[in-house]
């Protein structure tokens, strides 16, 4: 059984950090590109950041210079580090196991990131 849990979220205030972790078992965790989404009340899910098989990150936008994405393959765990919160990041983040080559797709059932002062 396939499962992705998510930890690490709750409440922060503007310019705070907080360290997402999400631990996965029942995959071969080394074969996927593993990533962050997240969704805001109101609004569609959008990635936020990825990291491949082969530790090649990307962003999107909004969050590149503050939050970084890292995988520990020995621990079948990807990290999200995120810094200089902002109010506009509040939302549901979820964390992302994708293989394309088996075409293979899981998801976590989030955990909530609210950042207000």
């Known amino acids: 059984q396939v499962q992705l849990v998510e930890s690490g979220g709750g409440l922060v205030q503007p310019g705070g950090s907080l360290r997402l972790s999400c631990a996965a078992s029942?995959?071969?965790?080394?074969?996927?590109?593993m990533g962050w989404y997240r969704q805001a009340p109101g609004k569609r899910r959008e990635l936020v950041a990825i990291?491949?098989?082969?530790?090649?990150?990307n962003y999107v936008d909004s969050v590149k210079d503050r939050f970084t994405i890292s995988r520990d393959d020995a621990e079948n765990t990807v990290y999200l580090q995120m810094n200089s919160l902002k109010p506009e990041d509040t939302a549901v983040y979820y964390c992302?196991?994708?293989?394309?080559?088996?075409?293979?797709?899981?998801w976590g059932k989030g955990t909530l990131v609210t950042v207000s002062s």
């Open positions: 990291i491949t098989s082969r530790d090649v990150t």
């Open positions: 029942g995959i071969i965790f080394s074969v996927y590109d």
């Open positions: 992302n196991a994708r293989w394309d080559y088996r075409s293979r797709e899981y």
